[in-house]
C-alpha cells in the first residue's frame, strides 16, 4: 500500500486485503503513518518469515522453469517493477496487455494497475478453451484464504479488461499439489473485502494530509467498527498506553466487548469491578477479575511501558510474578511422580523438505530434528534427526526407550508443557507408517501429562502470558535465564545455518552451533521437571497427594488385521480408484472403534478440563434456573428398588448440541462428588449417566438413579454426549463383509457396498438405468429389477415428493414383484414415517412390520407392531411379498436378516448415514436404494479416520457435486412445496440451478406479501447466540403477515395464523429469546426451533434468524452459522415467502479457510450483496 501524494490517493495491492482483514487498526495505522499524522510501528525482526520468503521465491523459479520447458518460446516474462514508479508501472501493465493479446501460453508477473490498485500475478496460463487461468505460488501446504483473495483480485482485473478467463483459479502448493478453486466461491467474497477497504481508506479523511486526525485506540468509527486483532505490534503498544483489558491474560475478543459494554475497559477497571456483564458468568468474570488484580500487583504483571523492550535485550533476571491456587483439587490431577519420570522436549522445522517419493506423490514438508529428554535426576539425552530417514530412526528408538522404561517403571509419565510433543508423535508415526499403535497407546494410557492445562486449572499467575517461560521464575531460582536469545523460530534458523555450516564441510562449526541447541534444549526440559516439582509442592501445601493412574478399558483400541490386510491390496491396487476403495475399506474395519476411541478421550478430556473451556456438543448448566422436580423416591406401581429423582437443567447449549428423549448423557459434577465415583486419572469432575425424560427448548428433564442406596442433593454443572452404542452386530457385518473383499483380491466382489466405494455406475443386466417415461416411480422400479448386485440412488431436494416416490417404489416392487424389502434409517421416526407412507401407497398392514422404539404406542402404528426379536419370524412367515423397518443393528444382524436374504434394502435420508453403516447394513440385501440429499444436514460422525468413511453413502456417490450424476440414479428436479420464486434462490444455492418449481406452486399467493426470499439485514454489535434485535425484527414480520389473506392455490383461502408460520434458528439461545419475543406479543402459536426439528417439515412462511452480529462473534464461526445444508433446509420450510434476518456484520468478516471463503460468497449471493 502506498499514498500518492500527486494525486491523494491510497493505491492499495491484494497484500492489503490481507494486512486489513488481520488487523483494521493497525492497517489504517499505517495509512496514518504515510500521511505524516504519526510514526509507523516497527514491526519485530521475523527470521522465519524472511527463510520462507526466500523459499517462496525459490518454489515460484521452478514452477517458472518447468513452463519455459513446457512451452518454449511461448512465456512471456514481464521485468520485475516497483509500483512506485510510475513509468516502469505503465510499460510493465502495457506489455501483460500485449501478452494476454497474443499467443503466449504463459504470462509470468502479469501486472496490473488502476487509480486504486497494483498488483502482480504470478502465473497466467492459457487453458484448453484459450482462457487465461490465474495461478499463485505458495509455499504453504494448504490453500489460505488470503491467497484465494489475491487470485480474486487478479481474476477482477482480467474481467475489467475484457479478458476471457477461467472460472476457476489455482494455487501451486509447496507441497506439489495444486489446489483449485471455483470463481463464484471466491470472488464475492473479494468484493465484500474491497468495499470494506474502500469504506476504511475514505474513513481516513485523505485531503487534510498530516493535519487530518489517526484513528484513536478505541475508536470504533460508528458504522464502520473497526476492527483491532488485539495481538499484532501496534495493537499491543496501544494496548499498553491505555491499559487495555486486552492485557489481561485470556481475555478473549467477544469478552472484551461485553466488558466495554458495562464501561469496563482498563485492567485497573476489572480489578475494582463487582458485578459481571450480561452474557458473561460469574464464574468467567470472577477469573478474569482475579487475573486483572494479580496482574495489577505483580512484578511482571506486563503492565508497563517496558513489556513492548524486547526479551534479548533484557540482561537482568526477570521479576517474579505473584501467584494464588485459585482451585486446589486441579493439582490432584497431578500422577504420582515416579523414578522413571520423562520430561521431553521436541525442537522442530516446519519448512524442511525433501523429494518427493514417488513421481507425483506430494512433496514431503517439516522435521523435528531434535528429541531431547531429561529423567528425574536431570540426566539428558538427545536424539538429532537430520533427513526424514533420521527423523523416523529417532522416533523408533524413542518408543524403544519408552517401552523399555515403563517396564522398568509402571507408574512413569511422559511430562510437557503445551500439546506439541503427543500431537506430532502421532503425525510423525501416521507420515512414517510405522508404531502408530504405540503411540496410541502411550496416549490412550495416560502416559503423556501435560502441564499447561493443570496450571491454567490450579493457578492464577499474575503475568500477560503463561508460557513455561513467562513461569521459570517462580521454580528456577538463580539459573532463571537471563534473556530469550533464542526464541523458538530463531533456534530454527540456527539450526538450518549448521546443517548449511555442515553441508559446507565446516564440521566443527556446525557441531558447536547444535551444541548450543541442544544446551537449550536441555534447559526446556529441565524446566518442565522443575515445574512438575513446584506443582507437586503446591499440591502437598493443599493437602493433596498425587495418585496412581487408573484408567478406563474404553480409551484403548487395537486396530483390526483385516484393515492391515486390506491396507497392503491398497498398495498393490491397479488403479487409483480401487486403491481409494481399499483404503476406504480398511478404514471402515475400525471404524467403531475409531468412533467409540474419540468420544472416550474427549469424555475423559472434559473430566479433566475446566467447564469454561470445553468445546461443542455440551450443555453448561446455570443453577439457578435448575430445580428437583421430584425428590429421591421409588416409582410407584412398578417393581423399581432404587430410588430415583427428576431433575428439571437448564442452561447454554452449544451450537449442535442434539438431545433426544430416551438419551443417556452424562450429568458432570464438581468433586468431590456427592455419590460414589470411580476414579478417573486427573479429573476435576465425576460423570452420572442420566435419563433424558422430557427435552426443552433450553435443556432437559432428567432422572437421576441413586448409587447403592445413597442419595444427595447437589446439582450438576453440565451435560455432556451420551457414550455410543455397541457396535455389536454392524462389526461383524462389516468384517464378513471384507473378508469378502479380501478373498477376492486382487478382483472384486459383485456387491453393491463394493460398487459404492468405487462409485461405479449401477452395475444392469441389460442398457443403462431407465428414463424418459415421465413417470419417475415407473422408471425408478424398472431400474431396480435390472440391478445385478448393485445400487440405485434417488436425491431428493426439498418438497420434491421423495418419499411419495420411495414409498411407490416399494409399493410396486413388493405388490408386482413380489419384493422382500427393508427401510433403514438413522432414527426410528424416520423409518416409521417412511413405512407409513408405504402402507398408504397400497402394501396391506399385515405385510409391513417393525418394532416399535421403546415406549411407543403400538395400538397407533399403521403397520405390524413386532417384538424386538420378531423380524426373523416375520420374514420366515413370508417368503416374498413384504417390508420390514429397523435400525442398522437390525440388517447386520444374522439372527434378524439372514445376508442377503432381502431382495432389497432402502437407506432412507441417505444423505446423513455413513459409508461405514452402509457397508454394514448392505450384507442383508441384493440391491440397495440410496434416498436422501446430502444437501440437507449433513451425516455427524464423532472420530478422526485415515479415510472418509464417516461421509454419508449418498454425499460419497456424488464427490461433491451438488446434483447426482445422470449415471448413479435419479435426480428429483421439481418441488411441489416452494414457489418459483422461493425455489430459485434455494436451487442456486445447492442445486446448480438445476432445481425448479412445479406450476401449480404458483396458485398460492399471500395478499400484499410478495414471495420469494427477503433479506432483513439488521445492525447489531456483540451477539453470539441470541439477539434481541433480531427476535424484535421476527415479531415485526409476525405482526404483519397474522391476519392476511393465505391462498394455498387447491383449497379456500383463509386467514394466515401464527402457526402458518415457523422460525428458525442455528442457535437453542435464540430459540428461547425469539419464543419469549413472540409469546409476549401473543404470538406464542409460532413454531420456533433449530434446522434439526423442521427437516421434512413446511411452512407458508419461514424466517430465519442467524442471530450473530458476526463470524468473530459466532460460536464455531461462519464455516457452522452459513453452512449451506443448513440455509438449504431452513429457507425451503417456506412455501411462499423466506424471510432472512441477520447482522450486517456477516458480510464483513474474511472466513479462516477456503470452505468459509465459499459459504460466505453463496450467502451474499443469496441475500443480494453479489
Known sequence: MRYDEVTGRVVWSASDLKAAAECEFAWLRLIDAKLGRVDAVDEPEDLT????????????????????????????????????????????????????????????????????????????????????????????RRARVTALMQLAAYVDQLDLLGVPRSDRVELLLGDGT????????????????????????????????????????????????????????????????HRDVLLVAGMRPSQRERL??????????????????????????????????????????????????????????????????????????????????????????PLYTESATAPGAPVPWGIDYLFGWVDTRERYTALWAHTLADERRALETFLD?????????????????????????????????????????????????????????????????????????????????????QRGDDSIVRYVEARALADDGRDAEAAAILDDLADYNRYDCVSTLRLRDWLVDRAREAGLVPSADVEAAENVYEPSPRAGALARLAEAASSDEEQLALRLGAAAIDYYPRERKTFWAAHFLRLREPVSIWAEDVVVLDRERCRVLADWHLPEGTRARTLRRTVELC??????????????????????????????????????????????????????????????????????????PSAGAQQDAIDAWADSLISAAPSFP???????????????????????????????????????????????PPGTGKTYVGSHVVARLVREHGYRVGVVAQSHATVEHMLARIVDAGVPATQVAKAPKSGGADADLPFTPIPKNGMAAFIEGRPSGFVVGGTAWDFSNTTRVARGGLDLLVIDEAGQFSLASTIAVSVAAQRLLLLGDPQQLPQVSQGTHPEPVDTAALGWLMDG????????????????????????????????????????????????????????????????TEAPEEADAVVAIVRDLVGREWMPGDAPAR????????????????????????????????????????????????????????????????????????????????MHTAYVVYGTGLLDDLPYTPEGVARLSAFARLVGHA
Not at 294 to 310: C, F, H, K, R, W
Not at 701 to 724: F, H, M, R, S, Y
Not at 755 to 782: A, C, E, H
Request: aromatic share 6%; charged share 20%; hydrophobic share 45%.
Open 750 to 796: 459383485a456387491d453393491p457396498a463394493t460398487d459404492l466405494l468405487l462409485r461405479r455406475p449401477p452395475r444392469l443386466r441389460g442398457d443403462g438405468l431407465v428414463r424418459g417415461t415421465g413417470d419417475d416411480v415407473s422408471d425408478i422400479v424398472r431400474s431396480i429389477v435390472a440391478l445385478d448386485r448393485s445400487y440405485l440412488a434417488v436425491q431428493g
Open 49 to 140: 518469515l524472511a527463510r520462507a520468503g526466500r523459499l517462496g521465491t525459490q518454489h515460484e523459479l521452478r514452477v517458472l522453469d518447468r513452463y519455459r520447458d513446457d512451452f518454449p518460446g511461448r512465456v512471456v516474462e514481464i521485468p520485475e517493477t516497483r509500483s512506485s514508479d510510475a513509468v516502469a508501472l505503465a510499460a510493465a501493465v502495457a506489455q501483460t496487455r500485449d501478452a494476454l493479446a497474443s499467443d503466449a501460453a504463459v504470462v509470468y508477473q502479469a501486472a496490473f494497475s488502476t487509480d486504486e490498485f497494483v498488483g502482480f500475478a504470478d502465473f497466467l496460463v492459457r487453458d484448453e478453451a484459450g482462457r487465461w487461468l490465474v495461478q499463485d505460488t505458495k509455499l504453504a
Open 401 to 485: 526407550i519408552v517401552a523399555l522404561r515403563r517396564q522398568q517403571h509402571p507408574g512413569m509419565h511422559i511430562y510437557h508443557y503445551a500439546p506439541y510433543e503427543p500431537t506430532h508423535l502421532l503425525a510423525m508415526a501416521a507420515r512414517h507408517g510405522t508404531r502408530e499403535a504405540d503411540v496410541d497407546r502411550l496416549l490412550s494410557d495416560g502416559v503423556f501429562v501435560d502441564l499447561y492445562p493443570i496450571v491454567r486449572r490450579a493457578l492464577r499467575v499474575g503475568s500477560r502470558s503463561y508460557s513455561i517461560k513467562k513461569l521459570e521464575p517462580l521454580y528456577m531460582g538463580d539459573q532463571v535465564r537471563t534473556s530469550d536469545v
Open 961 to 1024: 457435486e451438488p446434483v447426482i450424476g445422470d449415471d448413479r440414479g435419479y435426480f428429483l428436479a421439481r418441488t411441489w412445496r416452494m414457489r418459483p420464486e422461493v425455489a430459485a434462490p434455494v436451487s442456486r444455492l445447492s442445486y446448480d440451478g438445476r432445481l425448479d418449481a412445479h406450476p401449480s406452486t404458483s396458485a398460492r399467493r399471500l395478499d400484499g406479501v410478495p414471495a420469494g426470499l427477503v433479506p432483513v439485514p439488521l445492525d447489531h454489535v456483540g451477539n453470539a
Open 178 to 241: 495444486t489446489s483449485a478453486h471455483a470463481v463464484p466461491d471466491i470472488l464475492p467474497v473479494f468484493d465484500l473485502r474491497r468495499a470494506r477497504l474502500r469504506a476504511l481508506i475514505a474513513d481516513r479523511d485523505l485531503a487534510s494530509g498530516a493535519a487530518g486526525s489517526p484513528i484513536a485506540w478505541g475508536d470504533g468509527r460508528g458504522a464502520l467498527r473497526v476492527v483491532a486483532c488485539g495481538r499484532c505490534a501496534t495493537c499491543d503498544l496501544e494496548a499498553t498506553r
Open 260 to 349: 466495554a459494554a458495562a464501561g469496563i475497559r482498563t485492567v485497573d477497571e476489572l480489578a475494582a469491578a463487582t458485578t459481571a456483564p450480561p452474557r458473561m458468568s460469574g464464574d468467567v468474570f470472577a477469573g478474569l477479575r482475579t487475573q486483572a488484580r494479580l496482574q495489577l500487583t505483580s512484578p511482571a504483571g506486563g503492565l508497563g511501558a517496558d513489556t513492548a523492550t524486547p526479551a534479548s535485550l533484557v540482561t537482568v533476571a526477570p521479576p517474579v510474578p505473584t501467584f494464588e491456587v485459585v482451585l486446589p483439587r486441579a493439582l490432584g490431577a497431578l500422577p504420582r511422580p515416579d523414578h522413571g519420570d520423562l520430561f521431553f522436549d521436541f525442537e522442530g522445522d
Open 651 to 724: 442452561g447454554e447449549l452449544a451450537p449442535g448440541t442434539r438431545l433426544s428423549e430416551g438419551g443417556a448423557p452424562y450429568a458432570v459434577y464438581e468433586l468431590p462428588a456427592p455419590f460414589p465415583a470411580p476414579p478417573h486419572p486427573r479429573a476435576i469432575h465425576a460423570p452420572r449417566i442420566v435419563s433424558v425424560r422430557e427435552v426443552l427448548d433450553n435443556g432437559v428433564v432428567v432422572d437421576e438413579l441413586a448409587v447403592d442406596g445413597i442419595t444427595w442433593q447437589e446439582l450438576p454443572i453440565a451435560l455432556t454426549p451420551a457414550a455410543p
Open 1055 to 1134: 386467514p394466515l395464523t401464527a402457526a402458518d408460520i415457523i422460525v428458525v434458528t442455528p442457535y437453542n439461545a435464540q430459540q428461547v429469546v425469539v419464543e419469549n419475543a413472540l409469546a409476549a406479543a401473543g404470538f406464542a402459536e409460532v413454531p420456533v426451533g433449530t434446522v434439526d426439528r423442521f427437516q421434512g417439515q413446511e411452512a407458508v412462511v419461514a424466517i430465519v434468524s442467524l442471530a450473530a452480529s458476526s463470524g468473530r462473534d459466532a460460536p464455531r464461526g461462519l464455516d457452522f452459522l452459513l453452512l449451506q445444508n443448513r440455509l438449504n433446509v431452513a429457507i425451503s420450510r417456506a
